[in-house]
């Protein structure tokens, strides 16, 4: 073995690797509690009224979902 893969190998071991301390797993899903307030600034809130595009879908966050016909793409 090369001199500098033993030299680097025995730094590697003294060098300590940062773990995870106290990371609180759900049990359950995660319900976004803090987008149930109103946004405080004018207009924050007009993002939530649009639809996400799923292909040629939209489809809205109240359920509703409308097809896109295919020369509007």
Same mark, same amino acid.
Request: one cysteine or more; charged letters at 25%; glycine letters at 8%.
């Given at each position: 073995?090369?001199?500098? /893969?033993? =030299?680097?190998?025995?730094?590697? &071991? ?7 301390? %106290?990371?609180?797993? &759900? =049990? %359950? ?5 803090? /987008? =149930?307030?109103?946004? #405080? ?16 879908? /939209? ?12 020369? #509007?793409?």
């Amino acid at each position: 073995m090369s001199e500098y /893969l033993q =030299t680097s190998r025995q730094l590697q &071991s003294r060098i300590p690797f940062a773990k995870a301390v %106290g990371i609180a797993h &759900s =049990t %359950g899903p995660y319900h976004c509690p803090e /987008l =149930t307030k109103p946004c #405080a600034r004018a207009g924050g809130d007009a993002a939530q009224q649009l639809p996400s595009r799923a292909g040629n879908r /939209l489809v809205y966050r109240d359920g509703r979902v409308e097809r896109l016909k295919d020369d #509007a793409l």
